[in-house]
T-cell receptor, first 114, second 113 residues
Framework: DTEVTQTPKHLVMGMTNKKSLKCEQH?????MYWYKQKAKKPPELMFV???????INESVPSRFSPECPNSSLLNLHLHALQPEDSALYLC?????????????FGSGTRLTVV | QQQVKQSPQSLIVQKGGIPIINCAYE??????FPWYQQFPGKGPALLIA?????SEKKEGRFTISFNKSAKQFSLHIMDSQPGDSATYFC????????????FGKGTMLLVSP
């Protein structure tokens, strides 16, 4: 299995809603990432988990809350989002040890905040 | 600040042409340089990558040229096809273990039939 699976593919939520994005990989990767991508822009790093511990938080607002329940799963909990948070949210994973061999990205969740 | 500068922003070539996308970096500690291909509505997919101890790498129709002294690298797509129309991102990272990618701003490639 060489995939990163993200659910849901599309999500529309109101500014008072609470929702979660899910990400799963079964490649044995020990580093997992959340990225945010706006249209016609490169992905922007949000969070990095290494061996299930939060290693990097790129000053992301607290309305985004990551969680890594185990080495295969990564969640992003959303609460009280703003319309400007509408974007493609990408999960990625990498080996997380030894030489860096790059990331595998999921297909993303297209989030629209209304 | 770590940066990777990518050009051009957009590119149109005819089928069979050889589009070339260029990237330049500043941080000499970077030791891994991947290229990602992204289709609309999809996540980026790793296309090809190079390390600074080689000057060129080919995988199928895709070639990376790397110039360590100039701190530049480029992607060439041989015999381009309409299905190659996508956004291409160069990136760079350093070190081992988990690492963060520094992305270029992307190039939108259109290959006309």
């Amino acid at each position: 299995d060489t995939e990163v699976t993200q659910t849901p593919k599309h999500l529309v939520m109101g500014m008072t809603n609470k929702k979660s994005l899910k990400c799963e990989q079964h490649m044995g990767h020990r580093a997992m990432y959340w990225y945010k991508q706006k249209a016609k822009k490169p992905p922007e790093l949000m969070f990095v988990y290494s061996y299930e511990k939060l290693s990097i938080n790129e000053s992301v607002p607290s309305r985004f809350s990551p969680e890594c329940p185990n080495s295969s799963l990564l969640n992003l909990h959303l609460h009280a989002l703003q319309p400007e948070d509408s974007a493609l949210y990408l999960c990625a994973s990498s080996q997380g040890q030894g030489m860096n061999y790059g990331y595998t990205f999921g297909s993303g969740t297209r989030l629209t905040v209304v | 600040q770590q940066q990777v500068k990518q050009s051009p922003q957009s590119l149109i070539v005819q089928k069979g042409g050889i589009p070339i996308i260029n990237c330049a970096y500043e941080n000499t500690a970077f030791d891994y340089f991947p290229w990602y291909q992204q289709f609309p509505g999809k996540g980026p997919a790793l296309l090809i990558a190079i390390r600074p101890d080689v000057s060129e790498k080919k995988e199928g129709r895709f070639t990376i040229s790397f110039n360590k002294s100039a701190k530049q690298f480029s992607l060439h797509i041989m015999d381009s096809q309409p299905g190659d129309s996508a956004t291409y991102f160069c990136a760079a990272s350093q070190g081992s273990g988990y690492s963060t990618l520094t992305f270029g701003k992307g190039t939108m490639l259109l290959v006309s039939p």
